[in-house]
């Protein structure tokens, strides 16, 4: 870099880069971008370095001087956020220096053009390089699901399951223990009713108990007669087609 300086001023004798296209904002797909950043900051340093030439304010042009060798070491370094950070300013000094009369007006112009172009084709190429991410949708992540909590009773030693029969038909093998309360009540008002009709009738027959009874099933009619039987409040008579069921008291009687 000292190669383009002597006693402190810029040569003016250096060759510089080949012109290029300044129609055009992007280098086409054949030109590197690396090559066309440096190349574009080298043309707007040396173009600085020119104007600072007749610059008398010295203060303004080291600004100006500074801040262009600041583009050209991020554009040869590939330190574009950089390039970016000092292209603002040089910018703006360049505006300032036209609007006081420091440099020619049209000198500022064409180098903020440079600038312009430069910075704009570092944007795209950023831009590019780290494209927008997809945006995320969040929501869809989570089902619909809601929780419902179960109101769950502490965990205790389990009966064995006894097979329960048809609702109007208890098993003959449940004892009386082991039917639910509800079991208990229906049965107790099914024998009180039987209990009545033997009482009634004196000799009673499974078919006089089955008329009053039409809704329940011979088998539970069955069942309520031998539970009766077994508390000593009925006794059986005779056998077969036969028998009959009377008061175990009417018969000590």
């Given at each position: 870099m000292d190669s383009?300086?002597?006693?402190?001023?810029?040569?003016?004798?250096?060759?510089?880069?080949?012109?290029?296209?300044?129609?055009?904002?992007?280098?086409?797909?054949?030109t590197n971008f690396a090559a066309f950043c440096?190349?574009?900051?080298?043309?707007?340093?040396y173009a600085v370095f020119?104007?600072?030439?007749y610059v008398k304010q010295k203060s303004f042009a080291d600004y100006l001087e500074t801040y262009s060798l600041s583009i050209l070491e991020a554009a040869s370094t590939g330190k574009y956020q950089q390039l970016l950070e000092s292209a603002k300013p040089l910018e703006n000094l360049l505006r300032l220096g036209g609007e006081s009369g420091f440099i020619k007006r049209n000198h500022a112009d064409i180098v903020i053009m440079e600038v312009m172009k430069l910075t704009e084709a570092v944007n795209r190429q950023m831009a590019e390089s780290h494209p927008a991410e997809p945006e995320l949708d969040i929501e869809r992540i989570?089902?619909?699901?809601?929780?419902?909590?179960?109101?769950?009773k502490p965990a205790t030693e389990k009966?064995?399951?006894?097979?329960?029969?048809?609702?109007?038909?208890?098993?003959?093998?449940?004892?009386?223990?082991?039917?639910?309360e509800s079991e208990k009540n229906a049965a107790k008002i099914r024998q009180s009713v039987i209990l009545e009709k033997i009482r009634q009738t004196g000799n009673c027959r499974l078919k006089d108990i089955d008329d009053i009874l039409p809704d329940l099933s011979e088998r539970t009619i069955r069942y309520d007669i031998q539970q009766l039987?077994?508390?000593?409040?009925?006794?059986?008579?005779?056998?077969?087609?036969?028998?009959?069921?009377r008061l175990r008291n009417f018969a000590e009687a």
């Amino acid at each position: 870099m000292d190669s383009l300086f002597v006693d402190g001023r810029p040569r003016l004798d250096l060759p510089v880069y080949p012109s290029y296209d300044t129609g055009k904002t992007m280098p086409s797909q054949e030109t590197n971008f690396a090559a066309f950043c440096e190349k574009k900051a080298f043309e707007i340093a040396y173009a600085v370095f020119r104007i600072s030439e007749y610059v008398k304010q010295k203060s303004f042009a080291d600004y100006l001087e500074t801040y262009s060798l600041s583009i050209l070491e991020a554009a040869s370094t590939g330190k574009y956020q950089q390039l970016l950070e000092s292209a603002k300013p040089l910018e703006n000094l360049l505006r300032l220096g036209g609007e006081s009369g420091f440099i020619k007006r049209n000198h500022a112009d064409i180098v903020i053009m440079e600038v312009m172009k430069l910075t704009e084709a570092v944007n795209r190429q950023m831009a590019e390089s780290h494209p927008a991410e997809p945006e995320l949708d969040i929501e869809r992540i989570f089902s619909k699901q809601e929780y419902t909590p179960r109101n769950r009773k502490p965990a205790t030693e389990k009966k064995p399951a006894i097979q329960q029969p048809a609702k109007d038909e208890p098993a003959e093998d449940l004892k009386e223990e082991e039917m639910t309360e509800s079991e208990k009540n229906a049965a107790k008002i099914r024998q009180s009713v039987i209990l009545e009709k033997i009482r009634q009738t004196g000799n009673c027959r499974l078919k006089d108990i089955d008329d009053i009874l039409p809704d329940l099933s011979e088998r539970t009619i069955r069942y309520d007669i031998q539970q009766l039987i077994e508390k000593n409040l009925i006794e059986r008579i005779g056998a077969g087609p036969n028998v009959v069921y009377r008061l175990r008291n009417f018969a000590e009687a």
